[in-house]
């Protein structure tokens, strides 16, 4: 239950111009914060935001209406703003508005003995806060030699050190690379553990939805709607209103649950890891066959079904592999081919008088065979369209077999996403940390398209926040992909396929000499650029994975 003690900051009716009546930057503005709360402050640029922090803080002082701080009305004299200030700090959107001092020690002791407080005192708050937030390497350091990053953490220790209630970040991660918005992202974690209220503007709408206990929309100067974050941006009208789009995590949980794939009744899930365990938690029967007993002895066979390619050369080390691969782990088993593309099977037909069974054919040439018990394994990297087909095709043939079972694809669980992302970084282990691997995978309308992001999302929860997956179909797209790169500055973009096969994607829309291929758009940007061509299938971690998914399916 809300007290009156528990609100620390409130703003009642208030107004601001910066051209006196002509427009209004605060237009009746009120709201109320609560003590130890994290405040995302969103909207359009203009709505108000930065206007509100400068009131907050005594910079600029309301042409109407009353700011209150402990309930008492702020005093705008000398006395006043200096008490104000002690316990109120703000860090700005470009940190050079915020840093005077010669040298990074002077910059943080300036405020705390501004306060009154003995040099020694002063000198444990600074030495703690420089540990705290890692500036020991950079302490004696001009204010104006620093890093973007660096300077972004001297404008917060400057804050800390005085020991605020309130602290206003302006855009706090703006113009970072990953690398030092995932450590101011993680001092501010540090900061809402020791009870101080955080209030920060920000256009992340993904990371608002995690973070933040209370959303406030700004709109035309005041507060369009404010609440959790589940009900802020469960408002389409009011995110349309302020410019702001849906949180990725919460556009694909919805999309699962309207095609009925989730459950609507599941708590909405936080961040994209729940949302891929709520997908690796859906059961399904991997197991059937016809109810009639048709066979006095068993007869086993494997159906490796994938979707093909018309490049002999990546055929042979990746598809081909795989089934090796199988047939070494199930010697005693029958193995068949089948692959879903019928444009690929008639072009190798065509060309080179080869065919490939469809999978219907498959099925006709094992019961053919005498086949008792078949185990089905895709290659596929989701469980999408193409798997859908497979299996509906597979299963039309279940009234003639004693069993059909189904191993999965090879993104199935979490566990899975793990492995791949090991499987990964086994194959490229000269990756530096500065330069940027970029996986292109195929991409699909069909729901499970959600695993790409979920493991774009994985490989830097892990620590592998160099190593970014997209895809050419669908999200994320070449223009997500190219925005994070750019954020994280690499000095060499390598592109490799996230697919079974090297096949026409890779030589053509990754590595090609056209102007739309992923190669040309990273050069065009002023990356040097290099293409390893190297299919899914070649990595000996991925086949090992389809393995055991096939040993999986076998033993149900």
């Given at each position: 239950m809300r007290t009156n003690d528990d609100i620390i900051l409130k703003a009642e009716d208030l107004y601001f111009s910066y051209d006196g009546e002509a427009s209004h930057s605060l237009n009746g503005l009120s709201l109320e914060i609560r003590r130890g709360q994290k405040i995302a402050f969103m909207g359009a640029n203009g709505s108000g935001k930065s206007t509100f922090f400068l009131c907050c803080t005594g910079i600029h002082k309301p042409q109407s209406g009353t700011l209150y701080f402990h309930g008492k009305e702020i005093s705008y004299t000398?006395?006043?703003?200096?008490?104000?200030?002690?316990?109120?700090?703000?860090?700005?959107?470009?940190?050079?508005?915020?840093?005077?001092?010669?040298?990074?020690?002077?910059?943080?002791?300036?405020?705390?003995?501004?306060?009154?407080?003995?040099?020694?005192?002063?000198?444990?708050?600074?030495?703690?806060?420089?540990?705290?937030?890692?500036?020991?390497?950079?302490?004696?350091?001009?204010?104006?030699?620093?890093?973007?990053?660096?300077?972004?953490?001297?404008?917060?220790?400057?804050?800390?050190?005085?020991?605020?209630?309130?602290?206003?970040?302006?855009?706090?991660?703006?113009?970072?690379?990953?690398?030092?918005?995932?450590?101011?992202?993680?001092?501010?974690?540090?900061?809402?553990?020791?009870?101080?209220?955080?209030?920060?503007?920000?256009?992340?709408?993904?990371?608002?939805?995690?973070?933040?206990?209370?959303?406030?929309?700004?709109?035309?100067?005041?507060?369009?709607?404010?609440?959790?974050?589940?009900?802020?941006?469960?408002?389409?009208?009011?995110?349309?209103?302020t410019n702001l789009e849906k949180p990725a995590v919460l556009e694909l949980f919805e999309s699962l649950c309207k095609k009925g794939i989730l459950k609507a009744s599941l708590p909405l899930p936080k961040d994209l890891h729940t949302l891929e365990s709520y997908i690796a938690d859906i059961k399904t029967n991997p197991h059937y066959g016809g109810k009639k007993t048709l066979f006095t002895e068993t007869k086993k066979a494997i159906l490796a079904v994938s979707f093909g390619t018309s490049h002999n050369d990546t055929r042979e080390v990746t598809i081909d592999a795989i089934e090796r691969d199988m047939q070494n782990a199930f010697p005693d088993y029958k193995l068949y081919r089948a692959w879903t593309s019928k444009m690929i099977i008639k072009k190798l037909k065509s060309r080179d008088n080869i065919h490939v069974h469809t999978v219907k054919e498959a099925m006709e040439q094992i019961l053919a065979d005498g086949i008792t018990d078949v185990v089905v394994q895709p290659t596929h990297v989701i469980n999408g369209i193409e798997n859908d087909l497979m299996k509906e095709d597979v299963l039309s043939f279940r009234e003639n077999f004693h069993s059909i079972s189904f191993g999965a694809p090879l993104l199935t669980s979490e566990q899975d996403s793990l492995q791949v992302i090991q499987a990964v970084v086994e194959e490229f282990p000269d990756l530096k940390q500065e330069e940027a691997l970029?996986?292109?995978?195929?991409?699909?309308?069909?729901?499970?398209?959600?695993?790409?992001?979920?493991?774009?999302?994985?490989?830097?929860?892990?620590?592998?926040?160099?190593?970014?997956?997209?895809?050419?179909?669908?999200?994320?797209?070449?223009?997500?992909?190219?925005?994070?790169?750019?954020?994280?500055?690499?000095?060499?973009?390598?592109?490799?396929?996230?697919?079974?096969?090297?096949?026409?994607?890779?030589?053509?829309?990754?590595?090609?000499?056209?102007?739309?291929?992923?190669?040309?758009?990273?050069?065009?940007?002023?990356?040097?650029?290099?293409?390893?061509?190297k299919g899914l299938g070649e990595y000996p971690g991925i086949r090992r994975l389809l393995v055991e998914h096939l040993k999986a399916a076998d033993s149900e």
């Open positions: 000398k006395k006043g703003l200096l008490d104000l200030r002690s316990r109120v700090g703000i860090v700005f959107q470009d940190p050079d508005r915020q840093l005077f001092s010669a040298s990074v020690y002077q910059e943080i002791s300036f405020g705390i003995l501004n306060l009154g407080v003995s040099e020694d005192e002063a000198r444990r708050e600074v030495e703690h806060v420089i540990e705290t937030l890692e500036i020991t390497p950079f302490r004696h350091k001009p204010t104006h030699a620093l890093s973007g990053g660096q300077k972004k953490q001297v404008s917060i220790a400057d804050i800390l050190v005085m020991h605020p209630e309130i602290i206003i970040l302006d855009e706090p991660a703006a113009a970072l690379d990953p690398k030092h918005t995932a450590m101011v992202n993680q001092i501010v974690d540090q900061m809402t553990e020791n009870g101080i209220t955080v209030l920060m503007a920000t256009h992340d709408v993904n990371y608002a939805y995690q973070w933040a206990d209370e959303v406030m929309l700004f709109h035309e100067g005041k507060v369009l709607m404010h609440g959790t974050p589940s009900q802020v941006f469960g408002n389409q009208a009011a995110l349309h209103a970029v996986l292109m995978g195929h991409g699909t309308t069909h729901y499970a398209n959600s695993i790409y992001a979920a493991l774009d999302y994985t490989f830097k929860d892990k620590g592998h926040k160099n190593i970014f997956l997209g895809t050419v179909e669908a999200y994320p797209s070449m223009e997500t992909l190219m925005k994070m790169v750019k954020d994280y500055h690499p000095s060499k973009v390598i592109l490799a396929p996230f697919m079974i096969v090297a096949g026409d994607h890779a030589k053509n829309d990754m590595a090609g000499d056209d102007p739309d291929s992923w190669y040309s758009q990273f050069a065009a940007a002023g990356f040097e650029v290099e293409a390893a061509l």
